[in-house]
Structure formats: structure tokens, C-alpha cells
């Protein structure tokens, strides 16, 4: 595995609101800074008519946590520009995380009000990462989500992620990866690759077919340079001379012929057929253009093989980040005493206090129900599924959820997870969550 | 200034599609990967219904482009997972891109069809740039887009970009960045700070609030420790009591307070008058919670000093992407003469050749249309103003592009842009492109 310093990952310190620091300042002043907190990331709701959403993004931010210091650099910046005043940079120049995080596992689902992060430390260490657990939690998780759906829509057909230059580059990395967790067999993103280990893909490019004199030099150039196992692009010009072409070049072994552009569903049938009839049974046919889950759903009854996906894929089909937020939910008082915290205003309630949570599952093994609790667990009556693991104990990373390793085990979890739900969770239509969320309210709000 | 390789960047090379290596290698071996060629970023459409799109990532591409290299690691990773052959691979390890890059000052408005960026050069050379071109500039051109409008909303109120939590962490510095270009007056992320000189700026969260045992104790600690010109966070609990709580502890020179939910406009004017009631008519009021342009809009009227944006800023407020494509567009032939290429497939033409651009400008000054045409400029009327730059020679930087020089010249640039369009540009509302795209085919298509 490689590990963010290795493929040159800037520090991640400063990838933080600068009232994340003056937060700080005050509280360092006030004496709070050092009080016990916890802080929780959730969201109070999936995006407008999702069934479920997708844990992503938490070894990319525990992998992030490890890099998250002030040096000179940094110091320099914040001094330079009166962001906060001394006594604020040495704290933070002695600055590493200590505390502990529990959370659920990557690739696993959540609905409303599942406690997806939890951050115990002092108010101080904590506050200050709030930025940054949000920014990776929100995107990868939008991703993830959405390109879990995809996985649904396309059965048993392998989904190819091709939305690098739809988004920043680096999204796009991030993008990849989240997209391998719900599902995706490959990607096109050869950062991807490096960083965590997943399978890259390609095909070509119009251009490709354009830079030679005709069509069939082109195809010549790429099968006798990449073999005959290679997909071809065959829609720049007329896409039967193309296809006709292309079996003439590569032969019965033709990898795969590749359509981009027109009415998918009328090509692959007469692509397919036009194959069949020369005797290329094996040759696939990989789709591309704008797909999302409900085009992918649509071409479920043609002869596709492979689905590339682009655009939506990368900007979370129509929800672009997930709405996930980070509280404080407790704090120790002046007594010693933990208390739940939560704010008054209109619309904004947030339930105070550390939380555990289970899935519970039916006899058959079904989900039923995301239930979510203040203080001791419930007696398991064996069908409940904790969904809280620990992930850094005293600022020492638990080993297994980062790398690819925890690309490989986040993949896991998310197929076991979404093989529990009941069938409403494959509905792409909107809806309800297909499981609701529960409180129970057994044991009083202490820690 | 400081430069991508200081702040730990990353190379580059790798934020590429696994098939614009595998291209390359097929061109090598067919020849063509030799030919001269021009490739071109455009968008075929605006975004559905905006009336104009800014240009944004320039600067961020020609600072990435010169650590576009192919390292050991970079080498190591290709070879070993097949993705090229030898021949491939030492002509990788030996890239440094040469050719000439022109197009749009970054900041500048661009219409359907408007060549963005153009890349001069050899097929080799131009190709594998693609999956990074497009990631630079669709993102922050999407962001810029977005942000533009916010700014025309706002009238002369600042905008402060907050919006790093919702997401990408690297996404969220560009759009720090291409909010700042689009006329925003500060952000909240300190990376965008260090890495561009903007201005930082924030207030606080209910988390500081929460924290302490009181509101008033939590006022007095960010009082205390940042000075009477803080911006104290007022809808915790009560807001008409925290009002006053803050004006008693910070006095008549509180700088500010921030109202983040319910309803804002009734709270706002509740807020000016309670503050003004109190002596405090300097005290301003910011206002956040999910704004975008039209919530901005629908506060005109309300007493509202400056705006907190976060979510619909780096989700482009609907259109998380620009559209723009990369496509070959001339190349040299094998008698060595340039000619025009475009592919045949429907709903997808593309006008061949390598193209200049003018604003047409009317005697007052306001634009009228976006002239694009291949080969000579035509005489120029005095009227007309040229929109491509040339940013590259020969793999050489024009100075003045990149940087933080680079921002605020991209910054000069979109307001006077903006200030030439006519009046319909600033409507909100969806509708057609502000100015028509005219081609003119003056001169035959070659170079």
C-alpha cells in the first residue's frame, strides 16, 4: 500500500474554516478548549427521495487525520495574516490528534440520524477537524451512494467509472474509489490505480480514430498494438461499417466494440446482432453517453455488456454532496459531568449525547429497522447488528480500515449491507428510506 | 507566491484516463502519434438556462501542467499493471510538454461554442493532457459560473464563500478560489488563503456556543479573545436575547452578528431594528443557511449586510459541472498539411480547425455577439474585442497567468467582462445565452 505522503498529499491541516481556529483562540482563552466532547457527524435526512445512503470516505479521512499537523508552513501563514494570535499557535504546533474515533464502517449503509462519525476528545482537538471530516464524508458519500444505485440498476453487468474530467481532479480520485466501494468493477482514473490498488480500463477516444487517415488505420494501429482483445470506438462515423471493420481487423477475438453517442438501446440490438452474424458471439459491447442509474436501468433488457459511467456518476446523480453535518452533541461541565448539548433553533434539532447504533434484522436476516440509542447497548436478542466500530484509539490508528485493504473490506461490507435490505431498497423511484430510524431512550444521557 | 510543488501538490500526470495512455501507445505505433495536431475545450451549451458561463481553472492548469511528469513511481505503477509497453513508457519518462496553449483569460465570460483553451502541438503531447484539462476547467468553471450569478444578486453587499464542508477538500480550495475570481469578497478556507493570498474570513459555530455553560459566557470568551469587531453566532437559543446579550458584552463597536437559520428576512429586519434600537447602527448582520442566488435575490430587500454561501457555491448551484469537451480539431496530414477533423455521429458536431474569438462590441460598449472563426482574424472594426491569449510557447509560461497574480487578473478580468454584457445578463431567470455565437467562415480552414 501507499500512504498519502507517499503520493505527495498536501498537509490537510489547513483544508479547515478559519472559524474552525478562531474557535479555538476564544476557547483557549475561556479555559472550554480542554473540556471533554464528543462531536458526531450525521445527516438528518437522505437526499430528496433516496432509500439509502452510502458510508464513504472514512479511511480516506483517517488516512487524512495522520497528516493533519501545523508546521512551519502553515504557522507561518496563520501568523503572517492574524488568523489567531500566539498562545493559538504553539497549542496548534504541538497539535496531534489524541483522541478516539468509533463510526460506522465504510461502505456500510445509513439512513437519517445514523451516528456515522464520532469524535471524543477535547473540544479543542475535535473542533478543529470539523472541516475536514465533512469535506471527505460529505463528498465520498454523495458518490457512494449514488453510484451504489448504478450497481442495483445494472445487475450483474459490470459498471466502469469514467467521470475523471467531470470533476476536480482530485474528486475524480476520490470518485473512483468511493464508486469501487459501492460496487463499480473498474475505473479510467490511473491515480486511482496507484493510490489504492483498483483495476484501471480504457478503451479510445474519437480523436483516436480522427489523428489517422480512415477509420481502419486506426483500428489497425490499436489491435496490432494492444491485441485483438482491445475495445474499438465505433460510432465516429457509421457505426455497422465500423463494426464490420473492426471484425474484419482484430477477428473472432475482438475484445469489445464501444458506442458513445445515438439511441443505445436500438444500436446494441443491431450491433449485437450485426456481431452474432460474423461469427464475433464473444465480442462485448460497452455503452457510454450521460448514463445514470435510471439509463442504466432502461437498457437492462438490450444485449449490453458493460456500462461506462461519467457526469452523473461523479456529481452524485443529482446530489452532489451529502447533507451530513458535525455537533457537538456532549461536553464534560464544570461539575466533571458529561451532558448532551444540543441548539434551540427552528428547525435544527439535533439530539444530544454519544450514541450507539444496530441494525436490526429480522429472523431471515432482513433489515427492519436503524435503531439509535443514548448511553449502555440494549440486551442483543441476537438479530441486531452493531454498527459503531473504533477506528482510532488515543490518536493510534485501529489497523484494517485505511489503504487498500480498506478499500477491498469497505467493498465488503457494502455488498453484505445492501443484501440485508428488503427488496423496497432496490426501488429507484423516490421514496422513503426503506428502513426507519428509531430512538431508544433506555438508559439516562450519560457517556 | 507560492507555488503547486511548495504546498506538496501532487504530480499530475496520473489525474488521467487510463485510455489516453493506451492511445498513445497505439499512435506511437501507427506513427501518428507525430503529427502536429490542435486540440480545443469548448462547451456545446451552456448550462440549462443560465445566460453565460465563466471561464475558471486556467491558471490552476498551466500551474499543474508544468509538474505534468512521469516519475519512477508514476513509471513504476504503468509497468507493472500493463497499462503500456516499454516503447510507451520511456517516451512517458522523457515527457515534458512543449507546444503553444491558448484561449480565454481565465475570468472571462464564455458562450456555447466559445474555444476555451486550445492545445497546439503534437498528438502525443496534446492527448494524455485531456482527462486533466477537462477536470481543471469543468469544475472550476462550474464554480466561477455559479458564483457570478451570486454576485449579481447580492448587488454591492460581500459575498463570503463558505463552503469547504460540502465538498471535496481539494474541491473546496479551486472553489474558494473560483468564487473569489467570480467577485466573491473572502472565503472561509485557509488553504485557498495560503495557496492564493484571498482573504480569509469567519465567525463561529454553535458548536463554540454549546461548549460553554451559558451563551453570554460563550459572547464574552469570543469578545475577550477576538476583539468588540467579531461576529457573534445569535440563533442558538433566543435571538432577540442573544442580540442583546451581545451588544451588552462587546459594546456599540460589535462588529457583527450572524443569523444561520429560520426566517431570514423577518430576522433580519427584527435584528437591524432591535440593533439599532440599542445605539448598535454599525453593528452589520451576515446572514447564512443554504443560500443561493435567488435566496440572495429575495433578500435585497431585507437589511442584510453580507452573505455566507456554502453548499449551492461548490455544487454550482445546480450544475455541479461545466460541460465542456476536448476534441481534436486539425491535425497535419501525411502530405504535412493542417486540415480540419470532426466526427459523424449524431448530435454531436464539431466545427474543425484551430479558431480565434472576438466579442463584438457596439459603440457604447456592450457586447452583442461572440464571433468564433477558423484561420485569420478579419479586419477589426475597432469594436471587436480579441478573447484569445496565448499562455504557452513552445512548453515555455507566459508570465502573469498562474498565481496569485494570475487570481487577481482573472478577478479584473470577469468584472469588466461582466460590465460589457447588456442588461439581460443579470437576469436570474432561465432563458438563452445573453449574446448569440456567430461563426464567421471567412477564410478557407487552414491554420
Known sequence: MTTPSQWGQPRTSLFTDHYELTMLQAALHSGAAHRASVFEAFARRLPDGRRYGVV??????????AEFRFGAQELDFL???????????????DFKFSGNVYGYAEGELYFPNSPILTIESTFAQACILETYVLSVLNHDSAIASAASRMIMAAGSRPCIEMGSRRTHEESAVAASRAAVIAGFHSTSNLECGLRYGVLTQGTAAHSFTLLHDSEEEAFRAQVQSMGASTTLLVDTYDVEAAVRKAVEIAGPDLGGVRLDSGDLLAQAHDVRALLDSLGNVNTRITV??????????????APVDS????????TGSGAPTASMVYKLVSRKGTDGEFRPVAKAAKNKTSVGGKKYALRRLNPRGIATAELVGIGAL???DGNDR???HQFMTNGELVPGWTGQAGVQRATARHAASLAEMPGAARRLQRGDPVIPTEYLQSTPAHD
Open 79 to 93: 501568523a503572517h495574516n492574524k488568523v489567531v494570535n500566539d498562545e493559538t499557535l504553539s497549542w496548534l504546533a
Open 56 to 65: 464513504g470516505g472514512t479511511g480516506r479521512f483517517l488516512e487524512g487525520l
Open 386 to 388: 452493531p454498527l459503531v
Open 288 to 301: 457510454t453517453s450521460d448514463l445514470d442509474e435510471f439509463a442504466i436501468a432502461a437498457l437492462a433488457a
Open 307 to 314: 456500462y461506462g459511467v461519467g457526469t452523473s456518476l461523479v
Open 378 to 380: 440494549p440486551e442483543n
